[in-house]
């Protein structure tokens, strides 16, 4: 059987949980979108939180509810999915790039110090969407700090990153950041199928949020519904329908021991890797929920066979992935050459990590892995 780098676990009371709401409960703007809001909101100690139908949407509101607008800055780290950006270039934003580092494949903070110091005030950006890449928190105090200097918002994209830590908080209580979004998609941490969370501590942003996510309807409790509604703001659908919020809520009650699992995986991995060939994500401020396993390839030769490598793994059954291709090469967005970013462009790689591993899936992984490195070093 083929081993893919990430899979779904669906577990019987999750089944359950979706059956009870499609048989029994309403299906959109029931009572269980609430709870799996207020459940996620104390998993990580968030003072807020609004989910909706997928992590994109989240970022589209994360974006308006900070007063992006046509000709505004956003920068971000190339190493992500361009969905983190997506939505920024739909309102007409511009966006830069900042290089990631060697040792979480995070935005490199010194980088974005200097890149900072060296921009025209008019050039400065008014959001930084900082990525938690494959499940390692950036170094948001630094970060932060910044903020206050130059005078930008931050955007936590930790759609990988559900689960972990930084410092003592939780990824998503925002101690270091505007908002915080989260997705839910099949091969998430959690899952509801697609969907996605917010997070965030101001009160003021939690309320557009909710407003956007309903098309802008400000609802009059007193009054009968139909006659009081009032739309007061160009809104959207972006809501999160009962049975998917069923499921993620029943995912999210296994969380710990989920992310215990990656975490073991993560460590037999790391036990069983050679430091001489292959380097691996570290952070001595963030514990990982290890969304993604990736490894980089540190010898010239490796370098040079990784295809071979994927597909020596691959006629084994076993399917590893890249994650990403610098954004900025997608969209035409722009020409750029930033170093670290394009050596991990040449030599990074994607191991398995999902719950439906077991020890012999690890071993046979490895084994297999070891073999192609010492056929293609
Ligand atoms: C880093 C990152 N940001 C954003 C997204 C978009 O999430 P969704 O698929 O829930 O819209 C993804 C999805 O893979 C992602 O990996």
């Keep these: 059987m083929l081993i893919s780098y990430s899979k779904q676990k669906i577990y019987n009371e999750d089944i359950k949980a979706v059956l009870d709401v499609i048989k029994k409960k309403k299906l959109t703007q029931g009572e269980i979108t609430p709870v799996f809001e207020n459940n996620l909101k104390k998993k990580v100690r968030a003072k807020y939180c609004a989910v909706v139908n997928s992590c994109t949407s989240a970022l589209f509101l994360a974006y308006i509810s900070l007063g992006l607008k046509k000709d505004d800055i956003v920068w971000t780290s190339p190493i992500t999915f361009i969905a983190s950006i997506n939505p920024a270039i739909h309102l007409g934003a511009k966006v830069d790039f900042v290089d990631i580092n060697e040792f979480d494949f995070?935005?490199?903070?010194?980088?974005?110090?200097?890149?900072?110091?060296?921009?025209?005030?008019?050039?400065?950006?008014?959001?930084?969407?900082?990525?938690?890449?494959?499940?390692?928190?950036?170094?948001?105090?630094r970060i932060k700090n910044l903020s206050k200097k130059y005078n930008f918002k931050i955007i936590e994209d930790s759609c990988h990153s559900l689960g972990a830590e930084y410092l003592n908080s939780k990824v998503g209580s925002c101690n270091y950041s505007d908002i915080n979004v989260f997705s839910f998609h099949a091969i998430k941490n959690i899952t509801s199928g697609e969907g996605g969370a917010l997070t965030c501590k101001?009160?003021?942003?939690?309320?557009?949020?909710?407003?956007?996510?309903?098309?802008?309807?400000?609802?009059?409790?007193?009054?009968?519904?139909?006659?009081?509604?009032?739309?007061?703001?160009?809104?959207?659908?972006f809501r999160m329908t009962e049975f998917q919020a069923a499921?993620?809520?029943?995912?999210?009650?296994?969380?710990?021991?989920?992310?215990?699992?990656?975490?073991?995986?993560?460590?037999?991995?790391?036990?069983?890797?050679?430091p001489d060939f292959v380097s691996i994500q570290d952070s001595k401020k963030s514990k990982s929920s290890y969304h993604l396993f990736v490894i980089r390839l540190r010898t010239t030769k490796l370098i040079k066979n990784r295809k071979k490598i994927f597909e020596y793994m691959k006629k084994r059954n076993i399917l590893l992935g890249y994650h990403y291709i610098p954004v900025y090469k997608h969209l035409n967005l722009k020409k750029l050459y930033l170093d670290v970013t394009e050596q991990y462009h040449k030599d990074a790689l994607t191991l398995p990590m999902h719950l439906n591993l077991n020890y012999f899936d690890c071993k046979k992984i490895i084994t297999n892995l070891n073999e192609a490195i010492k056929k293609y070093c």
């Design 106 to 141: 995070n935005l490199d903070v010194n980088k974005l110090e200097k890149k900072l110091k060296n921009t025209k005030k008019k050039f400065l950006p008014k959001i930084i969407t900082v990525v938690n890449f494959a499940g390692f928190s950036s170094d948001l105090k």
């Design 202 to 237: 101001s009160k003021k942003i939690f309320n557009m949020i909710n407003l956007l996510r309903n098309h802008g309807i400000k609802k009059n409790s007193q009054k009968n519904y139909f006659f009081s509604y009032k739309s007061i703001i160009p809104g959207f659908n």
């Design 247 to 274: 499921l993620g809520n029943s995912q999210l009650r296994k969380l710990d021991n989920f992310i215990k699992k990656r975490r073991k995986i993560a460590e037999y991995y790391k036990k069983n890797l050679n």
